[in-house]
Each structure stands twice: as C-alpha cells, then as structure tokens.
C-alpha cells in the first residue's frame, strides 16, 4: 500500500502547494516512487508547477527527478448525487492506479471544500496543513475568545477533519497522522507571532495534531515555480549562487521532512 500524504486546509494561499511540490520532490530524491493528484482543478498550481518542470528538464537536458502524474478531472454531470458517485468512482481509479506504481501519493487540496477535498482526507495517512502564521488563518482551525485569548473550540476545517477521521475509524483504518506546519513565519519577534505559536500549542492536543518546523518567509518560493524547480534543485540552474537564504530555506525543508516521518524510520 502507498502511503498517502494530504496537503489541505480550508484556507486559501496557506503554502498548500508549495509544501506538497516540496515534499514529492524531496521524496523523488530519496528514490522513491511518487505519484501526484491536483485536486485543484480550477488554478492547477501543482499540474503547472509539473509542466515547467518537464520543460526545464527537456530543454536544459536535465536529469531532474518527476512524480508520476494522474490527472482527474471533476464531473459534469447535472444532479449532485451522480456527480458526488461519478467523482468518487474517478478518485478510487486514480488511487488505484498510482497505488500500483508508487510507493508515496501526494495530493494537493484546493482551498475550501469540495467532494474531492472530503474524499482526499479521508484516504489521508498523513494529512498535512500549511497556515500562515496569523491568527485569521487560526481561525479556520479554532475560536478564540477575544477577551482572554483562550480557545473556546474547533472551528470548521477540524470539524471537517473530525468528520473524515470518524470516517475512517469506522472502516477500521489507521488514524490520520495530522501535522500542521506554520508558514511564511518572520524572522523578527511579534505579539502575533508568539500568540499564534501558543494558541497552536494549546490546541494540539484538544483536537489531535502534531506542529512541525515550517518554512519562514523567503522569495526563492516565489521565484522558483516558473522553472518548476525546488529548493532541492538549485544546483541544476545554470546561474545559482548559493545566499545564506538558500541554505537556510534547505534546512527547514530538511526538517520539515525529518519531521513528517514519511518513511516510519
Ligand atoms: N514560505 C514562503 N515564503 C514566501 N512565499 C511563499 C511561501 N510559501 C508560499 N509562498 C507564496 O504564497 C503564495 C501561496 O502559496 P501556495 O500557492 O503554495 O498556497 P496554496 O495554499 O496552495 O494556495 P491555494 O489555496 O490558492 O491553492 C504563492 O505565491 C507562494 O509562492
Ligand atoms: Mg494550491
């Protein structure tokens, strides 16, 4: 069985994509097998993302490592119920054919939800949720009170977890392994920062999530997708001088898989 690895919140440019090229990279250079699904049918940022990648390799004649790609498509069909079955139907095809090949399936969510979206949590081993560190994008997750900046409860992307995890506890499959990892995290001390950082320590626990080392907030994420490169690849790029940045970036990439345990060494 392929291990799955989710990436999805409910929030909109939290870093989804970003982190899930990253990570199906990462695990290309540790010569696995990988398979990708956008689900985001509508921008396709990790199916663009893939078609500069394989332009950069074909014309740089580059050796760059690629994920398998299943492409899915949503269903047109007019009543809801057939479409939900259709869709379902589509999903369990492209599991099952990536399954055969590859040893990772990562799938990138879009923001919101959609039945796709519920689908791809369900099948989830390891859900991960990039945030932006800021309490608007908490908010997704859980309330806090105003007053005394405690937690008074989940909010509707972990009741939809929830829902997904109830799923599976019922079809007997092992529990989602939950990572929530904060992005574009700034370098200087602030009262949101630290408030975020405790907020997310105290709801860990109350609703099940493990908080990994994300990435702080650098430009090289922007600047590399037109290539369809990573991190991990800068060496393949004519022009690269390495900054203090990039090195620093490679670490936290580093950690960030470190922490996920993709392997379960
Ligand atoms: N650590 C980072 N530092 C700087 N920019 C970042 C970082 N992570 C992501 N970005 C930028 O933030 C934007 C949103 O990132 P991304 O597209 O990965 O988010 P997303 O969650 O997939 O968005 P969507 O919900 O629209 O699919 C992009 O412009 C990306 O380049
Ligand atoms: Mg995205």
Not at 98 to 109: A, H, P, S, T
């Amino acid at each position: 069985m392929a291990k799955i690895i989710v990436f999805g919140n409910e929030k909109g440019g939290s870093g989804k994509s970003t982190t899930a090229i990253h990570v199906a990279i990462a695990l290309c250079y540790q010569r696995k097998s990988v398979g990708i699904i956008d689900l985001d049918i509508r921008q396709k940022s990790m199916s663009r993302f893939l078609e500069n990648r394989a332009d950069f390799k074909k014309i740089r004649k580059s050796d760059l490592p690629c994920p398998t790609y299943y492409k899915i498509d949503p269903s047109d069909m007019d009543s809801k119920s057939e479409a939900n079955s259709e869709e379902e139907k589509r999903f369990a095809e492209a599991l099952t054919t990536l399954e055969e090949r590859c040893e990772f399936l990562v799938i990138d969510c879009p923001g919101g939800v959609s039945n796709y979206v519920k689908m791809a949590h369900t099948v989830a081993d390891i859900l991960v949720t990039p945030m932006n560190d800021s309490l608007i994008d908490f908010d997704l997750l859980a309330k806090i009170d105003p007053l005394s900046g405690k937690v008074v409860g989940p909010s509707i992307y972990s009741e939809m977890v929830w829902e997904c995890r109830q799923l599976r506890a019922s079809a007997k499959h092992p529990p989602i392994d939950w990572v929530i990892l904060r992005n574009r995290v700034s370098h200087v001390f602030s009262k949101n920062k630290y408030q975020v950082g405790n907020s997310l320590k105290n709801l860990s626990k109350r609703i099940g999530f493990r908080i990994s080392t994300g990435f702080s907030e650098r430009v090289i994420f922007k600047e590399l997708f037109l290539s369809g490169l990573t991190l991990l690849d800068l060496e393949k790029m004519e022009d690269w001088r390495p900054t203090l940045s990039h090195i620093s970036a490679r670490q936290e990439m580093r950690m960030l898989i470190n922490s996920l345990n993709l392997t379960g060494a």
